[in-house]
């Protein structure tokens, strides 16, 4: 086992998927903390989901795997699950989250049956496809780790440069709306990064469990800190280490995918964050209720002990009277 790690660890391949693993983290890291502030963490799982039935169609049109097509179907595909949630929940009584549901599950189902369709199409490159439901990293090429690494750069620049306006849009729209910002403009441009990084993430994570990779770190951050900037920070290292550690695991151990991985290593880092982070973690507030109790119990003593000095004071007081 451990000759088997030695060997793909310094395999030059291998390193390069594990710089894109790490990119795609960190680019997923840093967009779902938006996501997760803007109480959208749905989203991201119907867009996932949405972006299975542009891939089947990619391929059909195509007949080729190539994931700058399948970005490409998948956009598309992801933008009108967008255009559909809008529709319904602005055009019927249904709440966000039903619309959301609806369109995931529609969705969904449409990619699984093109799916098993070209499965039974005879087609020879149709090899490998089903990995895009729970992910390979391992059977990324060269190129698409460039793609991979090179969009996610590019959302994690966004990002640093429009901070302030992401910040605002997120946290007070209708401040924003006054400061002359277009809060639509940018809420859309967020919407798409979020398209986009979810599309970026398919390949290693698969469809089922991408929108995990966004949400879970961003929700282990924010354990750790009230500063946005900083919890945007932790956002995309936490995506980063899950990344890596996913794409290790699943590299070292056959026939296990790399999504499932990856989401259990995100998920153990959400639940150390949960217990150890100072401020808001189980343990801090722990320690914080015993040190008040022990608190509250020493200025009970205190005042037992003052009232049972002045019990006596008193009695010595009336002692002396009487022998007066």
């Not at 306006?165 to 639509?184: N, Q, T, W, Y």
């Not at 290292?237 to 989401?263: K, R």
């Given at each position: 086992m451990l000759l088997t790690f030695i060997n793909w660890i310094t395999d030059p391949n291998m390193q390069w998927i594990l710089m894109g693993s790490l990119l795609l983290g960190l680019g997923s890291g840093v967009i779902g903390s938006f996501t997760f502030l803007r109480k959208q963490s749905l989203l991201g799982d119907a867009l996932a989901h949405a972006a299975l039935p542009g891939i089947c169609i990619a391929f059909m049109l195509t007949g080729v795997k190539s994931i700058g097509l399948f970005?490409?179907?998948?956009?598309?595909?992801?933008?009108?699950?967008?255009?559909?949630?809008?529709?319904?929940?602005r055009y019927s009584r249904?709440?966000?989250?039903?619309?959301?549901?609806?369109?995931?599950?529609?969705?969904?189902?449409?990619?699984?049956v093109m799916m098993t369709?070209?499965?039974?199409?005879g087609n020879g490159n149709q090899s490998g496809l089903d990995k895009y439901m729970f992910g390979q990293a391992a059977?990324?090429?060269?190129?698409?780790?460039?793609?991979?690494?090179?969009?996610?750069?590019?959302?994690?620049?966004?990002?640093?440069?429009?901070?302030?306006?992401?910040?605002?849009?997120?946290?007070?729209?209708?401040?924003?709306?006054?400061?002359?910002?277009?809060?639509?403009?940018?809420?859309?441009?967020?919407?798409?990064?979020?398209?986009i990084a979810v599309?970026?993430?398919?390949?290693?994570?698969?469809?089922?469990l991408v929108a995990a990779l966004l949400i879970t770190p961003a929700v282990a951050a924010r354990y750790w800190t009230y500063a946005l900037g900083v919890m945007i920070v932790l956002a995309g290292v936490f995506g980063a280490l899950s990344g890596v550690t996913g794409t290790l695991i699943s590299g070292t151990l056959s026939n296990l995918p790399t999504g499932p991985v990856t989401v259990l290593?995100?998920?153990?880092?959400?639940?150390?964050?949960?217990?150890?982070?100072?401020?808001?973690?189980?343990?801090?507030?722990?320690?914080?209720?015993?040190?008040?109790?022990?608190?509250?119990?020493?200025?009970?003593?205190?005042?037992?002990?003052?009232?049972?000095?002045?019990?006596?004071?008193?009695?010595?007081?009336?002692?002396?009277?009487?022998?007066?």
């Amino acid at each position: 086992m451990l000759l088997t790690f030695i060997n793909w660890i310094t395999d030059p391949n291998m390193q390069w998927i594990l710089m894109g693993s790490l990119l795609l983290g960190l680019g997923s890291g840093v967009i779902g903390s938006f996501t997760f502030l803007r109480k959208q963490s749905l989203l991201g799982d119907a867009l996932a989901h949405a972006a299975l039935p542009g891939i089947c169609i990619a391929f059909m049109l195509t007949g080729v795997k190539s994931i700058g097509l399948f970005m490409l179907g998948a956009i598309v595909s992801g933008m009108l699950a967008t255009f559909g949630i809008h529709a319904i929940t602005r055009y019927s009584r249904i709440k966000q989250d039903a619309a959301l549901g609806i369109v995931l599950s529609v969705f969904f189902g449409i990619g699984v049956v093109m799916m098993t369709k070209i499965q039974h199409s005879g087609n020879g490159n149709q090899s490998g496809l089903d990995k895009y439901m729970f992910g390979q990293a391992a059977s990324m090429m060269l190129s698409d780790v460039y793609l991979v690494g090179i969009v996610s750069l590019i959302l994690i620049a966004v990002c640093t440069l429009l901070f302030k306006e992401f910040k605002l849009v997120s946290f007070d729209p209708g401040f924003a709306r006054g400061m002359g910002i277009k809060v639509g403009l940018f809420e859309q441009l967020l919407l798409l990064m979020t398209v986009i990084a979810v599309v970026v993430g398919i390949q290693a994570v698969g469809v089922v469990l991408v929108a995990a990779l966004l949400i879970t770190p961003a929700v282990a951050a924010r354990y750790w800190t009230y500063a946005l900037g900083v919890m945007i920070v932790l956002a995309g290292v936490f995506g980063a280490l899950s990344g890596v550690t996913g794409t290790l695991i699943s590299g070292t151990l056959s026939n296990l995918p790399t999504g499932p991985v990856t989401v259990l290593a995100a998920t153990s880092l959400f639940l150390v964050s949960v217990v150890f982070a100072p401020g808001r973690g189980l343990a801090s507030k722990l320690l914080r209720r015993i040190r008040q109790r022990n608190e509250v119990r020493r200025g009970f003593e205190t005042v037992v002990m003052d009232g049972e000095r002045a019990v006596i004071s008193n009695r010595a007081h009336a002692a002396e009277r009487s022998g007066d």
